[in-house]
């Protein structure tokens, strides 16, 4: 009976081990592609495609969730990503791209992946993929979610029948325009200059009606959420805006966020309305509608769960990671599309993205020069973009679009009476000066209604001369996608 015993718990834990050192070795059989990162520059990244093939009986790990953590976890395989056999770009012949520059620069040269998996589609995530990503939360990953749940939605995703951008004819470079929407574009009639690029890429509450001669016309690549196309219907209604880009030919690409995107890829390929959604503003939706017509499953892309945690790991990695508040972080919408972009293009050309001098602008171009606060919410981190991008616009990588001086719009030319800077001691009156004495007011009864004249004129600019720097909660809707 004893030996029996003892025989029966060799075996267990003999194959305890087999199993952890099979599981261990399929991680690395999987990615060897990123042993060294020099690899990249090599004309053949990888002789044989990245497996997706599972061990027979394989299943999902149980599933992990983010409340468990008060802060980012780490793993051994943070910085382990799928990749693909060849480069994204289409281009190969371009001797001024961005990615010579890339390669030449000792900052980026490490970091950048050229050919890091960009899209997922049915069939592209296996169980060991499951199971190594649930270690991530969304939208790098997913914890906090049930393998049908997710696979139920990605598996009608179609793998892509051609680039996003295919090559120009006659052209051995690619240029593109990643325009935001910034305040920064309001009266920069810089339309036309974005529409002579091969390709223009716009993101989220792409309001182009009524300010082509600012932001363009055209549309060719359109990067979204399923909650901002859904919502900029609504919350831009007063701009004008009555749907998300819809040019002939468009591609869209969609940013996998949470589990109320998969609400919406549901309903999108099988064109059946919303129903019991995770997000319950979707509930009664029709996702197809909102492509007006052209919404064609060969056009449309989503984007790979290690693509966005590729640009958050090593490009904008937030000290919001190690606080609390770990969970809902992650980069801008515009951030991935200009990470995309540089992905694909030989020159990328930004427009509308946040600048050093960003509290000079409204919030957003279509405000009109409204005088509104940019509100830097806890979900993102728009400073640590707003460096990188001015850091990759002085490297040479992008050319960042950083506004220029406007003339006043005045419908009379104004006296240099009216425009003279006033002295500083009527800028800044003192006490006394603002409370005169009766003996005073009677020397000099003009003096009584003497106000500074900038505060007469405006008295909110002083508060739009300071950056409004304190971090918000984002809208609870907003926050972190169930």
């Not at 200059?193 to 055209?218: K, P």
């Amino acid at each position: 009976m004893a030996r029996k015993a003892v025989f029966y718990i060799v075996l267990f834990f003999s194959i305890s081990t087999i199993v952890y050192i099979s599981w261990t070795n399929l991680v690395l059989i999987s990615f060897p592609e990123l042993r060294l990162s020099s690899e990249f520059w090599d004309p053949v990244f990888s002789t044989v495609p990245p497996t997706t093939t599972d061990p027979p009986g394989l299943t999902p790990i149980p599933v992990m969730y983010g409340s468990e953590f008060t802060k980012l976890p780490h793993w051994d395989f943070d910085d382990v990503y799928r990749t693909d056999r060849e480069r994204h770009k289409t281009t190969q012949k371009c001797d001024n791209s961005l990615w010579t520059r890339i390669q030449a620069e000792p900052e980026l040269k490490d970091k950048f992946i050229p050919n890091i998996r960009l899209y997922v589609y049915n069939g592209s995530i296996s169980m060991s993929e499951w199971n190594r990503l649930s270690h991530f939360n969304n939208p790098f990953g997913f914890m906090n979610y049930k393998h049908q749940d997710v696979m139920s939605a990605l598996n009608l995703v179609q793998k892509p029948k051609e680039p996003l951008l295919p090559p120009k004819p006659g052209r051995d470079c690619i240029s593109c325009a990643v325009v935001g929407n910034g305040g920064i574009l309001w009266r920069s009639k810089k339309g036309a200059e974005i529409d002579q690029h091969d390709y223009v890429f716009r993101v989220n509450g792409a309001v182009i009606r009524g300010f082509e001669e600012d932001v363009g016309r055209r549309t060719d690549v359109y990067v979204h959420t399923s909650f901002s196309i859904f919502a900029s219907e609504f919350n831009l209604k007063q701009y004008k805006y009555t749907a998300a880009p819809h040019d002939q030919g468009i591609k869209y690409v969609l940013i996998p966020e949470g589990m109320r995107d998969m609400d919406w890829l549901v309903g999108l390929y099988k064109r059946q309305r919303i129903t019991n959604s995770s997000f319950d503003l979707f509930d009664g939706s029709r996702p197809w509608t909102y492509y007006s017509g052209r919404f064609n499953e060969s056009r449309f892309y989503v984007l790979h769960m290690d693509f966005l945690r590729h640009v958050k790991n090593r490009f904008l990695k937030s000290e919001t990671l190690d606080t609390i508040d770990w969970s809902i972080f992650r980069p801008t919408n515009g951030a991935f599309t200009m990470f995309l972009a540089l992905q694909l293009c030989d020159k990328v050309n930004a427009y509308g993205f946040v600048t050093d001098d960003y509290s000079k602008y409204s919030t957003y171009y279509y405000e009109r020069e409204a005088k509104t606060d940019m509100v830097f919410f806890t979900n993102h981190d728009y400073d640590m973009e707003r460096k990188l991008w001015r850091r990759l616009h002085d490297l040479g990588i992008i050319n960042l679009y950083l506004g220029e001086p406007r003339e006043p719009k005045t419908t009379q030319k104004p006296s240099k009476e009216e425009h003279r800077t006033p002295p500083k001691e009527e800028q800044n009156p003192s006490k006394e000066e603002q409370n005169p004495s009766k003996e005073e007011e009677a020397q000099n009864p003009r003096r009584k209604h003497r106000t500074p004249r900038r505060k007469q004129q405006n008295p909110r600019r002083k508060k739009h001369r300071t950056p409004r720097r304190k971090n918000r909660t984002p809208p609870k809707e907003a926050q972190k996608p169930n």
